[in-house]
């Protein structure tokens, strides 16, 4: 018996502008996923990084900067899966293989993986690199 699957659809990337894409896609009358799945190579979901300078400052906490509360995903049936970033894509046979080696079949992939940032080419640049979000070393994403 062959079993049909729910169309998928995989993002890779949980920044600010997949979490917009997410939104806008919710917003819709007529969904065509019933399986979404969302790959953040980050600790924790999209969060505002334009208020990352007030959280440095202590006019923000780190729960403000959340763009949507772990319960939004749960109600739009979205899964996130966090500290899990794709590795590899096979277009071919629409699989994505994540940092852990699972491997995810989808009918539709979005790529929203962000940029990298500018560098400043101020003296001292390197050593606040680590100190700062998305840092290997910084316990915290903001």
Known sequence: MIRKM???LIVC???????RFL??????????YRNIIVFNGESCA??????LSALLNGDADEESLALKPDIWFARHGIRVHHGEAVQAIAPDNHTVTTSTG???RY???????GASP?????PGEAEWRHALPGSQRHPHPY
């Open 23 to 32: 939104e806008e896609l919710m917003g819709k009358s007529s969904i065509p």
């Open 102 to 104: 699972r491997v995810y």
């Open 13 to 19: 990337g949980h920044g600010m502008v997949a979490q």
């Open 46 to 51: 999209a969060y505002n990084r334009i208020q």
């Open 118 to 122: 500018a560098r400043l080419g101020i």
């Open 6 to 8: 729910e169309p998928t």
């Open 107 to 113: 009918d539709a992939l979005v790529i929203a993986t």
